[in-house]
Nanobody, 118 residues
């Protein structure tokens, strides 16, 4: 069993930056996909960024050009660099890991709160 723990959230002014980390308790080397999701109050959870093994990251249109996802298998950690933050980026951010993306995610973190003030 692998546990995922997000960190790096907080309160930031619009236009600012945050870097989220997702540390895994075990190896993610064999994971097919690692994803970043977010859920704002009253909204459904949405995909922010997806890192597939051997492929380029996918980004939701609302964050493309502002967010950068990366994966360090040696450290069993994935990152989400968030720049030019907007109030609409306010949400709880979750990371998730999948051994076979076609079958869905095997592991989810508990989330970290990101609040962007205007």
């Amino acid at each position: 069993q692998v546990q995922l723990v997000e960190s790096g959230g907080g309160l930031v002014q619009a236009g600012g930056s945050l870097r989220l980390s997702c540390a895994a308790s075990g190896s993610i080397f064999s994971f097919d996909a690692m994803g970043w999701y977010r859920q704002a109050p009253g909204a459904q959870r949405e995909l922010v960024a997806l890192i597939r093994s051997g492929g380029s990251p996918y980004y939701a249109g609302s964050v493309k050009g502002r967010f950068t996802a990366s994966r360090d298998n040696a450290k069993n950690t994935v990152y989400l660099q968030m720049n030019s933050l907007k109030p609409e980026d306010t949400a709880v951010y979750y990371c998730a890991g999948s051994k076979n993306y076609s079958l869905g995610y095997d592991y989810w973190g508990r989330g970290t709160q990101v609040t962007v003030s205007s």
